[in-house]
């Protein structure tokens, strides 16, 4: 019995040794396209810019980097639970966020644009968009900010 707690004891520090060399790193590679998603040449592999900034920050702390796939919706909260060690993917900076989760210096700005058809012309500014209907990413900063505006219709997408 002390021989096989022993065991047991060495395989649990060994696997504790294994998971403190990695990185692991949470991001919604579904509709993720250019910065995390699956390589068209092979789906296991992750590929995109974020993988590279991961791969990147993961050798400069000298450990190896572990994609961990998650819904957007469920990144803040996997992060708060401990199943990965950071976020990256394009989290915006919000004040709730701010409250619950430490923020790095942004390595990347978005802005926020309306797109309308070409022979359309009534929507010039945010405002125009009051009575009429938007579609945007869900839990996201436009989602915020269309629905700040007021009598705008919101068609939220995943």
Do not use: C, H
């Amino acid at each position: 019995m002390k021989r096989l707690l022993t065991i047991f004891i060495l395989l649990f520090a060994t696997a504790e040794a294994a998971t403190a060399q990695q990185l692991v790193w949470a991001a919604d590679a579904e509709g993720g396209a250019p910065y995390v998603l699956p390589d068209p040449q092979n789906p296991a592999k992750m590929i995109g810019f974020e993988v590279d900034f991961a791969d990147e920050l993961a050798r400069r702390i000298g450990r190896k980097a572990r994609f961990q796939q998650n819904q957007w919706d469920g990144l803040v909260p996997g992060l708060e639970r401990g199943e990965y060690d950071v976020v990256i993917n394009g989290l915006e900076i919000t004040a709730d966020r701010a409250e619950k989760i430490n923020f790095s210096t942004p390595y990347f700005y978005s802005t926020l644009t309306l797109t309308e058809r070409i022979d359309e012309t009534r929507i010039i500014k945010p405002e125009d968009l009051n009575g009429k209907v938007a579609g945007t990413l869900k839990v996201s900063t436009a989602e915020r900010y269309l629905r700040s505006l007021g009598s705008v219709k919101i068609l939220s997408y995943d």
